[in-house]
Every structure is written in structure tokens, then in C-alpha cells.
């Protein structure tokens, strides 16, 4: 098992060289950090906005992009031959679901990690070691997110994943008003603009941190339970999938 997912793992990396992929995670971090690097600089927002700010609508275009960057990897699975790559040559097929989705969840948190640190540098109002853990909780909130739309685009469908991460992203801005309050923890699209929220609080407002940490840890031991649940559904459904399905 675990030789057959080093094979995939490293596989991933060869199958996306000519693909917009590695693009995407370059190009879009780059031009995020200096956006907002160059406009925090004009502005009169005091910090903790900023960096709030900043933080929240990083957290809210994740699932957006998981969708667009999902969605591109399935195609080329579809293009290569209707997924027989992912079921064929590997002799475990969880080793392949697990290639590929580690595959792209090392590309996010280096793509994530890219960012931020392009951000602390162009804006250093923030010592560079603080943004580890928004960096931390990005991920691990990210990773429910890409399971189910590794399982959306393989059932449904390139269009379905772009769709349901257009749908996250819009809810994820929503669960951070007042409409999400008591009931973010239930959300997966919310797990991450929140916790983006408790980690400004540790920087700048320790006395508001401790009186929000309870139901953010409530809200993380969530998001690692369902993690694992979908997780472990999306392995068993994968060794039963055809690959019939279309990419359109």
C-alpha cells in the first residue's frame, strides 16, 4: 500500500507538468499578496483590519479555487483515458484516491505558504512566524473540502466541482456575518473564514480569543471528525466506481 501511493504521489507531479496547475498555484498567490500588499500600503484601515481582512478573503476564495484546480486535474484523468490511469495501474485503488488528493493538498499548502509569505514581506507588520498559523488552519480546514470535491468531480463531473466551489466560496462569505453564528461549526465552507477570525483575535484582542476558543475548538473537532468520515465514505465508494462517469 504504502509503495503503490509513493508510485501515485509521484506520478501526480509527472501527469501535471504541462497543465495549468502548477500556474494556478504559482501565478494566483503571487498576484493576491501584491494587490492587497500594494493597497494596504495607501490605505488608512488600521492593522488588525487589514490583516483580517486580508485573512478572510483568502479564506473565502478557497473553495472556489479547489473547485477550478479539482476540476482541472480530473480532466486530465478524463483526457488520458476516462480515469483508467487512477483505476487500472495501481493495484490499490485507495493508494490512487490518496495519491492524488495528497497531490494536491501538498500543492496548496505550498501555494498557501507562497502567498503569505509574499504578503509578510511586501507588508511587515507582522512578524513572518505569526501567519504559521493561519497557514495551519488553511490546511487543515482545506482538506474536508478537497475529499468531497475529489468526490463531486469523479461522480458528477468537472462542472459539478467548479459549481459546488462557487457555491463554497459564497457561503463561506456568509457564514462569517451573523447569519453564520451558532451554526459555522455545521458548515464546512465556514471552518476556515472562522477560523481565520480566531487567529486575529490571538494577535490583537487575547481577552475576545479566550472567550471565542471554546467554540472554536468545538469547531475544529468538527471539521477533523467529518474529515475523516468523508474520507473514509470516498475510499469505499471508490473501489466500487466504474469510471463511467463524464468530465463535462
Known sequence: MMRAFIRCFR???IKHRRSAVYYIHIILPVLCAVVFA???RVS??????KISAYLEVLASSIPFLIGIITGQA???EHTAGSYQLMLGTISSRNASFLGKLIFMLSCFFCATAFELWI???LYPVLPLRLFAKPLSLLSFTAFPLYVM????GL???KGATIGLGIAGSLLAALMRTGLGDGIWKAVPWAWGIRAMDVAVLSWYDPQLYLL???EFVVGMVVCACSSVCLLTACLLWFRRWDGAKSAD
Open 11 to 13: 506520478a501526480e507531479f
Open 38 to 40: 500594494g493597497y494596504y
Open 44 to 49: 488608512g484601515w488600521d492593522i488588525s483590519t
Open 74 to 76: 480530473l480532466q486530465i
Open 119 to 121: 504578503f509578510a514581506v
Open 149 to 152: 470535491h475529489l468526490f463531486v
Open 155 to 157: 461522480r458528477f463531473g
Open 212 to 214: 471565542a476558543h471554546g
